[in-house]
Structure formats: structure tokens, C-alpha cells
């Protein structure tokens, strides 16, 4: 190796250990940093600045690091307690406090707030004094520890109105609102957000903010109260903030609960108005929760102004949300809800079916108040239906679950329906003493309603037994009625005074109450009318809703039409003029392209019209399959009212039209003793019978379940009596399947004043209903009479 190879070499090797050298200073120079910052974090002696900068680390951990947070805040406030650094102590008790909360260290997290507001009232920090105290008394609200947490505010208040900071006055103010709140003693409560009210006057978002989260919890807490009007009010007020904030989801769930308390005040044109505008938003942000919940109580709204497929569609669309989330209580509160929609139809089966799946999710998993109303609901089926051991069981187990809840309202409820099952045996002994105590319960929770359904069960049994005690229970129900001015029980009271005052041979009294009776009954069926008007309104409200929100979206789809075709027609010039160039250059072949794209056409149209050809055919069959039930192949519901609509459409020029509706009696029983798949057959024979015996310009529609409605255009009430009686004793006479039936038939006409198609369906199962009371297999024709006393049949 000559010289200068040799120096090189000798360089390179020198620097190569320089650079190993260098990197080992690095490495011990870092070791010894660490072992100093560790000494650090132990020792006292550090600058203040050093202080700060691990006071800012502690905060940082919180999040990341609680324990070790809490560690290294320990360290620092033994030496700041050392060093008497009165500031430095009170940061670090108020960090601990934050972290030991986050560790769910109540205890340790309550010393430290308090003992920093100790350390601020010595530096005569007012409002770090106030931020420590509000901390403690939030988690005295959060434990439940409403004693000492009430002793706390009477001491905090005067300091935080000395100082006269608005937005501390407003939280210590709205803190003493949430703990008589969660007391229940939601008066006060309601007085203490009042006054937090005057302190929330700023225009700043985060006191808007509170302004906004105070008037909903004003609107809680008067819905708790019952009161209503004050609970749409506030919830009302709560919207407009949140709307002058642009708050969406605030704003669409706020909508939501402002619906819920117009339902309950009877607007129900002005809840599905709310409702609808809440679904709106929620359509534009991302909220799950709040969206199910928005379905849930549109389908509610729909379900309470009749209109059920709406009510089972936005149900159905909650449930399928919560079962793919697995959250067991939102699938029992829409399987209950739906449940409900079944049970108006009058679809037991499928109500059954629904509460069922509540019942049969994991124990432990939905709220027992939930499913106790599951159980009673399926008792109260079974009781009309007539399986009397299952209503008793269901409803007992109801009634144990209300019971260890000590839901007094629920209970009370729950007695008397046991009541009426005890009654359907003829134990009238057991009857008695379950409505009895249905009304001690329905007396403790101070509901009017309660007492009167207690009162007018006992009373309804003990005439013939003890006529006279019957006398005064009804007597002390028609008082409570005229109260709270029900005047369907009002009705009742007097209906079964002047039956009990007969049986008691005081006939001038018995008249008396026959002339209240009569009196009242033209009252009520004058409100009915105005009920219906105001029902038949909301259900236009929600078409022309309908309508409009349909009108908007066909606009902003002819708005983006609209850019498209803009777009297209750029494109096409552009287009045009390359093949304007092409043409000039390739002018020889024009002739050739042109039969190619003529051909080419020709083919395309072909094939669209055999497209079309067979799409037509396709939606022939399609129709047909949806105009039918697919068992029975008779009309389904919405065909019937397709055509019940169609025909009402010339009401005033309509003279004769009747409807029978048809049940199956005892067709459980069928199901029970035979398996579904012979009710099945059962189900299809009795409907090729229907049929079988009808006219051409009549027609025969599945209504639910085992039930049927027969349409009966230019038909007089006596023929479509004597219709449905020769299709009763075919009924009677057949076997199908070697099983022998009979049916129960309502008859109603248009000559009873029906207004609507719902009208007249109702007067008929109302008519069904009563054949059924005689005892089945019989032919009854709709009387004013039967309408009186509908809402107690489920009693």
C-alpha cells in the first residue's frame, strides 16, 4: 500500500472512532438527563419555572396517564406544601381532584376540590375559590348526596352572589334545580331553574348554551309534573335557541320531545308537524340515536290519528336500527309499540307476536317496567280471546314486577285486570278483592283516572251482591268524572246507577238518571263528530305535508337535472364539432356511418320495445300479487281501501252500500288443537267459500288474522242481512279438512251516516263484535247503541 493510501486509510479509521466516541458521549450525556429529571420530579430543588413545566405535564396525563398524573402531582404538592407555595397547592389539589375523578376515586377527588378551595379563600381568589366549590357540589349531585350537598350550596350561594359573576350565580343556581330534581320535588326544582334564568342573559354561544340546556330542563321537569301546556312551552323555547345557535341535532331532537308533548295535548296536527320537521333534519346529520328515537315517535303520532301503515312503517324502521345495534331496550320499546299497532287492528297475532319478542329478549337486559307492559298487554289479548289461564299468568307476572317496583299507577292497572279475568271464570269473590285493590293503589297515586276505573269495576260487580255499597262507589266515580269532565265514565256512572236504583225498586230515580243518560249521550256524540273532524284534519295536514316535502325534493332533483343537462349539452357541442371536423376530413365514409347508425338505432328500439313488452307483463303480475293476500288470495287491506276511497269519492250520490265483517270463531282454538298449518287451510277454505257466494260487483278483502270485510255495492241492509246469513249456514254446514267452523258476521250500511271508510268499518266490527257477545254464529246488524260503550270492551 503506497503513502497516501496509508493516510487515508488512518484518517478514515480515526474518524470513524471520533464519531463511535461521539456517539457514546450522546448516549451517557442522555442517561445522566434522565437520572437528573427523575431526581427532579423527587426533589424540591427546582426553579418555579421547572414547577410550571411539571404542573403542564401532570395536566397533560390526565388523559393519557391518570396514575401516573396523580403521582407526579403527589410529589409536587409535598414539596410545595414544604416550601409553603400557597399557589402552587392550590393548582395541584384542584388537578388531583380532576384526576381522582377520572379514577373514580370520589372520595380522594371531593378532599382535593375542597382542600383547593381552602388554599384559593386564603389568596383571596374568589373565582378559582368558586370553580373548586362548583366542582365538589357537582359530584355530590353526580353521588346522589343530596344532604350534604344541599348544606354546600347554602354555604356557596351568598359568595357566588357577592362576587356576582352571572354565569356562576346561574350554575351553583341550576345545580340546587338538578338536586331537588333528582329528589323528585320537582316544584322547587322548577323555582330554582326560574331564577337561574335571570343570570343567562348574555349573547355569548356557550351562555346561549345553558339558556337553552335550562329551558329543557324547565320542560322536563314540568312533564314529570303533568303539566303539559308549561312542558310544550319551554321545549318550545329550548327550540329557539337551539335554532339561532344552528345547532342541527339539538334542534331535530328538541323538535322530537316537542312533538311528544303535543301528542299528549291533543294537537296532533301540530306534533306531526314537529315530528315531520325532526325526521327532515335528521336525514342530514349523523345521529343514529336520535333518528330511531324521531321514528318511534312519528310512528306514535301516526298511530294515534289512525293512520297504522305509516305508524308500523317509521316503527319498523326504529326496530330494524336497534336490532342492529343489539340494543335490547329500543327492541322492546318499538316490539311494544308495534304490538299496540296490532292490537287497534284488532290482529292479534301478529300483537302477540311482537310482544312476545320483548318477553323472550335476555333478563336483565330491557327495563322490567318495559316488559311488565309486554306481559300485560299479552294478558289483556288473551282475556278477549278467551284463554283465561294464560291472561292470569301473564298478568300476574306483571303484576309481581309492578309490584317490586312499587309502580303504583301500573299496579292498580294490573289489579283490575286481574279483576276482570277472576270475573270471566266467576270467582267473583277473587274479582272483588283485586278491585279493591286496584283502587287503594289507584287512591295512593292520586290519579282521578285510576280511581274512576277501580271504582266503576267494583261497583259493576257488586250490583245484585251489594247494590247499595255499588251506589255510592259510582256515585263517588261520577263525581270524580265530572271533575276532571270525562264524560265517557260520566256516561257509564249514570248508566249503571239507573240500572242498580231500578234493581232497587226506586224507579222515579232511575228516570232521573235515564234523562242524564240521554242528555249526556247527545253531548258526547257532539264532541265525537268535532274528534272527528279534527282527526280527518290532521290526516290532510299529513297528505299535504306529504305532498310538499315531495314537491321540494322533485325540485331539487329538476335543479340537478337541470346542471346535467347543461353539462350534456356542453359536452354534445364539444362532440358536435369533433364530428363536424371528422365529417369535413372523412367525408367519404358519411354514408357508411350513417346506415351503420340507423342500423344500430333500429336495434336499440327492438330491444327496448321488447323490454318494454315483457317489463308490462312483469308489472301485470306484480299488480295482481300485490293487490292480494297471499293465503286466502282474497283483496288485502289496502286494496279494500283503495276501493271503500274510491267509492266514498261520490258519497252524496251513494244511496245503498253495506260491508259485513267476518270472524272465524274460536279460530285460536284451530291453531292450538290443530298446528297453524291446518288453520291455514281452515283460513282458505272459509275464504273460496266467501267468494264462492258473492256477487261479480262485490268483493271479499282479508282484513287481519282470521278476519274478513265484504264489500256490498247497491245492497239494502235487509239483503245484505239475508247475504250474510245463507253465507253463515254454508259456513256452518262445511267441513274443511273434515274441521267444522262458524263465523260471525257485522253488518253496517251507509245509511248509518258513515262519513269515511274507517267510519263504516268500525260501525261493522263494532256490529261483529256484538254478534260475537251473543254467543257467535250470528248475524247482527250495527245499532247506535253499540257505539256508547266501545272504549270498554278491553275491560
Not at 167 to 172: K, L, N, R, W, Y
Not at 232 to 248: C, N, V, W
Not at 385 to 413: C, E, F, H, P, V
Request: aromatic share 8%; with cysteine.
Amino acid at each position: 500500500m503506497d503513502l497516501p493510501s496509508q493516510i487515508h486509510s488512518f484518517i478514515v479509521k480515526r474518524i470513524y472512532n471520533f464519531t463511535f466516541l461521539v456517539k457514546a458521549l450522546l448516549f451517557a450525556l442522555f442517561v445522566s438527563l434522565n437520572s437528573a429529571y427523575a431526581q427532579e420530579t423527587t426533589s424540591y430543588s427546582l426553579t418555579n419555572e421547572s414547577n410550571a413545566g411539571l404542573l403542564k405535564r401532570a395536566e397533560l396525563l390526565i388523559d393519557t396517564d391518570v396514575i401516573t398524573s396523580i403521582e407526579l402531582s403527589k410529589s409536587l404538592l409535598s414539596q410545595a406544601q414544604s416550601a409553603d407555595d400557597t399557589l402552587l397547592s392550590a393548582k395541584l389539589h384542584n388537578l388531583l381532584g380532576r384526576a381522582n375523578k377520572k379514577n373514580n376515586n370520589i372520595n380522594a377527588s371531593l378532599e382535593h376540590f375542597l382542600q383547593s378551595s381552602v388554599y384559593y379563600s386564603k389568596l383571596n381568589d374568589s373565582r378559582n375559590q368558586i370553580k373548586a366549590s362548583i366542582n365538589y357540589i357537582n359530584i355530590l349531585l353526580e353521588e346522589k348526596r343530596y344532604d350534604e350537598l344541599t348544606t354546600r350550596i347554602e354555604t356557596l350561594l351568598p359568595t357566588t352572589l357577592v362576587y356576582g359573576d352571572d354565569f356562576f350565580i346561574a350554575q351553583v343556581l341550576l345545580i340546587k334545580g338538578d338536586s331537588f330534581y333528582g329528589q323528585k320535588k320537582y316544584d322547587n326544582a322548577n323555582a330554582q331553574y326560574t331564577s337561574a334564568l335571570k343570570y343567562l342573559v348574555d349573547e355569548d354561544e356557550l351562555i346561549q348554551r345553558q339558556l337553552g340546556e335550562t329551558y329543557k330542563k324547565l320542560a322536563q321537569s314540568y312533564k314529570r309534573l303533568k303539566n303539559r301546556e308549561q312542558t310544550a312551552h319551554f321545549y318550545t323555547k329550548a327550540l329557539e335557541i337551539y335554532t339561532s345557535l344552528g345547532d342541527l341535532k339539538l334542534m331535530a331532537r328538541t323538535l322530537n320531545t316537542l312533538a311528544e308533548a303535543h301528542r299528549y295535548l291533543d294537537n296532533l296536527v301540530l306534533a306531526l308537524d314537529y315530528s315531520t320537521r325532526a325526521l327532515e333534519i335528521h336525514k342530514d346529520i349523523d345521529d343514529p340515536v336520535g333518528f330511531a328515537k324521531a321514528l318511534l315517535g312519528a310512528g306514535i303520532i301516526y298511530r294515534h290519528i289512525n293512520l297504522y301503515e305509516k305508524s308500523l312503517e317509521h316503527i319498523n324502521e326504529a326496530y330494524l336500527y336497534y336490532k342492529k345495534v343489539n340494543n335490547m331496550l329500543g327492541i322492546a320499546k318499538t316490539s311494544n309499540q308495534m304490538g299496540l299497532v296490532y292490537t287497534r287492528l284488532r290482529q292479534f297475532d301478529q300483537a302477540e307476536f311482537f310482544y312476545q319478542i320483548t318477553i323472550d329478549l335476555p333478563k336483565g337486559m330491557v327495563e322490567e317496567k318495559t316488559l311488565a307492559s309486554a306481559l300485560r298487554e299479552m294478558a289483556v289479548i288473551n282475556l278477549e280471546s278467551g284463554d283465561l289461564a294464560s291472561a292470569m299468568q301473564y298478568a300476574k307476572k306483571a303484576y309481581i314486577t309492578y309490584k317490586n317496583k312499587n309502580l303504583t299507577s301500573y299496579i292498580s292497572t294490573t289489579a283490575r285486570i286481574i279483576g276482570n279475568i277472576y270475573r270471566a271464570q266467576g270467582n267473583n269473590n277473587k274479582a272483588i278483592e283485586y278491585y279493591k285493590e286496584s283502587l287503594s293503589f289507584a287512591r295512593e297515586t292520586g290519579g282521578k283516572l285510576y280511581e274512576i276505573k277501580s271504582l266503576t269495576a267494583l261497583a259493576g260487580i257488586l250490583i245484585g251482591i251489594d247494590t247499595n255499597e255499588a251506589i255510592s262507589l259510582l256515585k263517588r266515580s261520577l263525581a270524580l268524572s265530572t271533575e276532571i269532565d270525562d264524560k265517557l265514565h260520566m256516561l257509564y256512572a249514570y248508566r249503571e246507577i239507573r240500572i242498580a236504583e231500578k234493581l232497587r225498586g226506586r224507579i222515579e230515580e232511575s228516570l232521573r238518571y235515564a234523562e242524564e243518560e240521554i242528555a249526556l249521550t247527545d253531548i258526547i256524540q257532539n264532541e265525537r263528530n268535532e274528534d272527528k273532524l279534527a282527526l280527518e284534519k290532521a290526516h290532510l295536514h299529513s297528505h299535504k305535508m306529504e305532498i310538499e316535502l315531495e314537491t321540494l325534493r322533485e325540485k331539487e332533483k329538476r335543479h340537478q337535472l337541470e346542471l346535467e343537462k347543461k353539462n350534456n349539452q356542453i359536452e354534445i357541442a364539444a362532440q358536435a364539432r369533433v364530428i363536424s371536423e371528422l365529417e369535413l376530413s372523412k367525408n367519404k365514409y358519411a354514408s357508411i356511418a350513417l346506415a351503420f347508425l340507423l342500423a344500430a338505432c333500429l336495434a336499440i328500439v327492438l330491444l327496448v320495445y321488447r323490454s318494454f313488452i315483457a317489463s308490462k307483463k312483469r308489472n301485470e303480475e306484480l299488480d295482481y300479487l300485490a293487490a292480494r293476500d297471499p293465503l286466502t288470495n282474497c283483496y288485502n287491506r289496502r286494496i279494500l281501501f283503495e276501493v271503500m276511497n274510491r267509492d266514498f269519492l261520490d258519497l252524496p250520490q251513494i244511496e245503498e252500500y253495506c260491508i259485513l265483517m267476518v270472524d272465524i270463531d274460536h279460530f285460536k282454538s284451530v291453531n292450538d288443537t290443530y298446528g297453524h298449518s291446518i288453520g291455514d287451510t281452515v283460513l282458505c277454505g272459509v275464504a273460496e267459500l266467501l267468494q264462492a257466494n258473492i256477487r261479480k260487483s262485490d268483493s271479499v278483502a282479508r282484513f287481519g288474522g282470521e278476519e274478513f270485510c265484504i264489500i256490498l255495492p247497491n245492497t239494502t241492509q235487509e239483503q245484505a242481512i239475508r247475504i250474510a246469513e245463507a253465507i253463515r249456514i254454508k259456513v256452518e254446514k262445511a267441513t274443511f279438512d273434515d274441521i267444522p267452523v262458524t263465523c260471525s258476521f257485522g253488518v253496517t250500511s251507509i245509511k248509518f251516516k258513515a262519513r269515511t271508510p274507517s267510519e263504516l268499518i268500525e260501525q261493522a266490527d263494532l256490529a261483529l263484535y256484538e254478534a260475537k257477545s251473543l254467543g257467535r254464529n250470528q248475524v247482527a246488524l250495527w245499532d247506535a247503541s253499540l257505539e256508547e260503550f266501545k272504549l270498554f270492551r278491553s275491560e
